[in-house]
C-alpha cells in the first residue's frame, strides 16, 4: 500500500498513512478531532518495504535497479562525472 502524509485542517493534526488504492478517493477523517483530513504533498523521499529511499543520485538509482551496490557497477553503466 501506498505510503501518504495527511493533514488535518481544524487541528493541524499531521500523520503518514498507509491507503488502499481503492480507498484513495475516500475522505479521511482526524483520529483527534475527527475534522477532515487533506492528502499533502509528501517529501522527496519513499518508502518500500520499510526500507526509506533517498537520494543518491543516477548511479545510486542504477545500482538498486540491478541489485547489485554502487562500487560494483560495470564502468559502462556510471554516470559521467
Given at each position: 500500500m501506498p505510503l501518504y502524509d495527511y493533514a488535518c485542517q481544524p487541528c493541524?493534526?499531521?500523520?503518514?498513512?498507509?491507503?488502499?488504492?481503492?480507498?484513495?478517493?475516500?475522505?479521511?477523517?482526524?483520529?483527534?478531532?475527527?475534522?477532515?483530513?487533506?492528502?499533502?504533498?509528501?517529501?522527496?523521499?519513499?518508502?518500500?518495504?520499510?526500507?526509506?529511499?533517498?537520494?543518491?543520485?543516477?548511479?545510486?538509482?542504477?545500482?538498486?535497479?540491478?541489485?547489485?551496490?554502487?562500487?560494483?557497477?560495470?564502468?559502462?553503466?556510471?554516470?559521467?562525472?
Amino acid at each position: 500500500m501506498p505510503l501518504y502524509d495527511y493533514a488535518c485542517q481544524p487541528c493541524a493534526w499531521r500523520e503518514e498513512r498507509h491507503v488502499k488504492l481503492a480507498d484513495f478517493d475516500q475522505p479521511q477523517t482526524c483520529p483527534r478531532c475527527n475534522g477532515p483530513m487533506v492528502r499533502r504533498v509528501s517529501a522527496v523521499y519513499g518508502r518500500m518495504a520499510g526500507r526509506v529511499l533517498q537520494g543518491g543520485g543516477p548511479d545510486r538509482f542504477t545500482a538498486d535497479m540491478m541489485g547489485c551496490r554502487v562500487d560494483e557497477l560495470p564502468t559502462g553503466l556510471r554516470a559521467d562525472k
